[in-house]
C-alpha cells in the first residue's frame, strides 16, 4: 500500500498500520504548530511581554531577553517538549517503515534504469563535520547514514518520508518559492545549465527540470545515501538530472560553467567558514550574467523579537548547531567577501510557493523588505542574491 499523491519508483510500500500512525503523528504536529504555537504566541504578547514592560518600564530588547522570562513558564515548557517530542516521534515512525523493507529499496535503487541522467559517487569524498557529526534536525544517523551496507538508500528514504510527514505538500515547494522569485526578478534568464548544490534527494531539482526544459540540471550533495535515492527517484519520474557527489566549498567544475546556482535552507546547516568558502565557489561557477540564489528562513533583523525566541529554539532542541550563528550573520558582507559586487549582490525576502507553484501568501515583498518590515516565520524565505 501507498501514498498514491507522492508514489514515485522509490516510494516505500506502507500498512494499515503504518499510514493510520502517520496520519496520527501529522494531526499532532498540526496542532502543536496551530493551536499550541499560537497559545505561545498569545500568551508571550498578552500576559508575559505586558508584565515585563510593567514592572521595567520598558519592552523586551531581544531574544535573550524574551528567553530569560520565557524558558520558566510551565506553558512554555509544555510547547517546548511537545516539539522535541513530536520530531523524535516522526523519526520513529518513519524509521520503522523503512527498516522492514530496506534490502527492497536498496536493490530498487541499484536496479532502476538509468536512461536519463547520471550518478557519479566519490567514496573518497571527506564527509564535513557539520555533515557527519550532527544529526541535523534529529534525524538518526544524520544525511550520510549508510546502514552498514555499501549501496544503502536509508537516509534517502528516511528523509523523503520525513518530509511528506513534516508538511504535506511540501514536495519541491522550496525549489518552486526560488524559481518563482526568479522568474519575477529576473524574467529575461535563460538558463542553459543550472546547479543546485546540498540537494539531499533532488526533490528541488526536479523542479528546475520542469521550469527550465531547455537547460541541464546538475544536484551536488556530500550524502551519498541520499544521492542514490534522490537518482533513482528522479529517474523514476522522468525527470534527467546529474547528480554527483561533492563538497560545495569545492566542487570539480570549470570556471563559469552554470547560468544559475542556487541552494534551499542549506546554508544553516553548514558553517560559518563553510558558508563563506561556498559563496566563493558559488561565484567561481557562474557565468558572466550568472545568478545565484539560496533561500533559507528570514534572518534575526527581519522578524520580531519573539520569533526571534522560537527560531533560537531550533539550535537548543532541534540539532541546529549553526542556525543561530547564520541568523546573524552579515549575509551581503559574505557575499561581498566572495567577489560579489556590492550593486551586484542582496539580501530579500520572497514568498512561499504552495505545491502546484500558488503562492500561500504574498505579505512579503521587496518592497516591505526595502522598507526594514518585520514579519513571523513560515510568511517567507530570506534569499541572498549575487549576479556576476
Known amino acids: 500500500m501507498t501514498n498514491k499523491a507522492y508514489d514515485h519508483g522509490m516510494t516505500p510500500e506502507m500498512n494499515h498500520d503504518e499510514i493510520a500512525r502517520e496520519h496520527a503523528v501529522r494531526a499532532m504536529r498540526f496542532h502543536l504548530y496551530s493551536q499550541v504555537s499560537q497559545g505561545t504566541r498569545g500568551y ?38 511537545l516539539q522535541r517530542s513530536v520530531q523524535e516521534v516522526m523519526w ?37 563535520r557539520y555533515v557527519a557529526n550532527v544529526d541535523i534536525h534529529c534525524m538518526p544517523g544524520g544525511y550520510d547514514y549508510d546502514a552498514d551496507h555499501p549501496d544503502s538508500v536509508a537516509a534517502g528514504a528516511i528523509y523523503d518520508r520525513g518530509i511528506s510527514m513534516y508538511q504535506r505538500g511540501a514536495e519541491g515547494a522550496l525549489g518552486l518559492s526560488v524559481i518563482a522569485y526568479l522568474q519575477k526578478n529576473f524574467p529575461a534568464l535563460k538558463a542553459k545549465k543550472v546547479l543546485d548544490i546540498g540537494c539531499t534527494i533532488g526533490m528541488s531539482a526536479q523542479r528546475y527540470c520542469d521550469a527550465f526544459p531547455d537547460a541541464e540540471v546538475y544536484a551536488i550533495d556530500v550524502a551519498a545515501p541520499c544521492l542514490r535515492y534522490g537518482h533513482a527517484r528522479a529517474e523514476s ?34 558553517s560559518t567558514t563553510a558558508w563563506q568558502n561556498i559563496l566563493t565557489e558559488c561565484r567561481r561557477l557562474l557565468k558572466p550574467g550568472g545568478v545565484m540564489v539560496h533561500a533559507d528562513l528570514p534572518q534575526f533583523a527581519d522578524i520580531d523579537v519573539y520569533s526571534q525566541f522560537l527560531f533560537g529554539n531550533e539550535t537548543r532542541y532541534n540539532n541546529e548547531p549553526f542556525w543561530t550563528t547564520f541568523r546573524g550573520m552579515n549575509l551581503k558582507a559574505a557575499m561581498e567577501t566572495a567577489g560579489f559586487a556590492p550593486d551586484q549582490c542582496f539580501v530579500d525576502l520572497a514568498p512561499m510557493a504552495g505545491n502546484e507553484g500558488g503562492f500561500t501568501n504574498t505579505k512579503v515583498t521587496t518592497t516591505s523588505r526595502a522598507q526594514g518590515a518585520k514579519t513571523a516565520p513560515g510568511f517567507g524565505w530570506g534569499v541572498q542574491v549575487g549576479i556576476k
Not at 510593567?54 to 524558558?71: C, I, P, T, W
Not at 522492514?100 to 532502476?112: E, G, H, I, V
Not at 566549498?249 to 547560468?259: A, I, R, V
Open 237 to 270: 519520474l522522468g525527470k534527467k538530472i546529474y547528480f554527483s557527489q561533492q563538497n560545495a566549498e569545492h566542487t570539480n567544475f570549470s570556471d563559469g560553467t552554470f547560468d544559475v546556482v542556487v541552494s534551499t535552507i542549506l546554508a544553516h546547516e553548514t
Open 92 to 128: 520513529n515512525t518513519v524509521i520503522e517503515n523503512i527498516e522492514r523493507q530496506l534490502p527492497a529499496l536498496n536493490q530498487r535503487a541499484k536496479d532502476c534504469e538509468r536512461k536519463l541522467g547520471s550518478l557519479v559517487l566519490d567514496d573518497q569524498l571527506e564527509i564535513p
Open 44 to 81: 508571550f504578547t498578552n500576559i508575559v511581554a505586558p508584565e515585563f514592560e510593567k514592572a521595567s518600564g520598558r519592552a523586551l530588547k531581544d531574544r535573550q531577553e524574551v528567553r530569560k522570562v520565557m524558558q520558566e513558564r510551565p506553558y512554555v515548557q509544555l510547547h517546548l517538549s
